[in-house]
């Protein structure tokens, strides 16, 4: 569960990551239906990492990556409305970790939230999470409070969406947060 370090694949996931569709999208009833909506902070919450291996195992896939969105890491992040510089310059990595089949639950939590680690979902607004088939990911908007992993393939989406359960957020929700995004 490396940080990324080499530049060039991090904006090569950078780009993959800034081509999802924002929370907006929930709007589309085609997408709608083959999306999961939920708080982004489940993505901390005990017992979702486990989720994350089952949806790659359903998908074939042995590893995603965890990729800050916004604020733009090549621009710099504001701290008390100044820019204090890239997560590079900050935290000597970029802000993107990738795991895989074989980390733990012991490595996936203090990796992105701990206290020895860079604090890449603290610093995050938008973030994305995808695995290299591409065949589902995770879109999350902490600002509005919703995030949903979305599978283009029904197959997979229906397999996911059983293994994620019932913790979800109603799409009336969900629209009531694209409707403040319009106003705000």
């Known amino acids: 569960m490396p940080y990324i ?8 996931l950078y780009s993959i990551a800034k081509k999802f569709p924002g929370i907006d999208k929930a709007e589309d009833p085609v997408f709608a239906k083959t999306s999961i909506f939920f708080d982004p902070d489940n993505l901390l919450s005990k017992g979702f990492f486990a989720f994350l291996k089952e949806a790659l195992t359903i998908s074939a896939d042995r590893s995603f990556v965890y990729i800050m969105v916004d604020p733009d890491p ?6 008390h409305g100044e820019r204090t510089g890239t997560f590079l310059q900050l935290y000597d990595t970029y802000p993107a970790v ?11 939590y203090p990796t992105l939230g701990g206290i ?15 695995p290299p088939s591409l065949r ?7 600002e509005l409070e919703v995030a949903y992993l979305h599978s283009p393939y029904s197959t997979v989406f229906d397999r996911i969406q059983a293994a994620y ?5 109603p799409v009336e929700e ?10 705000g």
């Open 5 to 12: 370090t080499d530049p060039d694949r991090f904006i090569a």
């Open 174 to 183: 969900v629209l009531e947060a694209v409707k403040r995004l319009h106003e």
């Open 136 to 142: 589902w990911w995770i879109y999350g908007d902490v």
């Open 98 to 108: 990738g795991f895989t089949t074989e980390d733990t639950e012991s490595d996936y």
């Open 74 to 79: 090549l621009e710099g992040i504001i701290r």
């Open 116 to 130: 020895s680690a860079p604090p890449i979902v603290f610093v995050a607004s938008v973030y994305a999470v995808f």
């Open 165 to 169: 359960g019932s913790n979800v957020m």
